[in-house]
């Protein structure tokens, strides 16, 4: 069994490998408008949708990801939590879908 902060080690790492795989995915012409911080926290926003929405406990062998919607909650909550106001869904969108590759490719 590893440790609480063995734990952390490894889940921190998971995050720096994604964020560098995300970064390789993402279009060159939006790459400079988002910091790594801002990606980080999208990665928080993504995962904390998939738990809200229901995606996770479907029982369905597959499941409907819709990414733009995904892309504007987001938004949503980095500008409510004031986090940043000027995200454009349609940008974030890549970061979305890479994010999710990422996954699909790490299960």
């Given at each position: 069994m590893t440790s609480f902060d063995e734990e952390i080690r490894?889940?921190?790492?998971?995050n720096r490998r994604e964020l560098a795989?995300?970064?390789?995915?993402?279009?060159s012409t939006i790459k400079k408008f988002y910091s790594?911080?801002?990606i980080l926290y999208m990665m928080d926003v993504i995962v904390d949708?998939?738990?809200?929405?229901?995606?996770?406990?479907s029982d369905d062998e597959e499941v409907d990801?819709?990414?733009?919607?995904?892309?504007e909650y987001v938004c949503?909550?980095?500008k409510d939590e004031g986090?940043?106001?000027?995200?454009?869904?349609?940008?974030?969108f890549f970061i979305?879908?890479?994010?999710?590759?990422?996954?699909?490719?790490?299960?």
């Open positions: 490894l889940d921190e790492e998971e795989y995300i970064r390789t995915q993402m279009p790594d911080k801002d949708y998939y738990f809200t929405s229901g995606i996770l406990e990801i819709d990414l733009e919607v995904i892309a949503k909550r980095a986090f940043c106001s000027s995200f454009n869904p349609e940008e974030v979305v879908q890479a994010d999710l590759d990422f996954q699909e490719q790490n299960v």
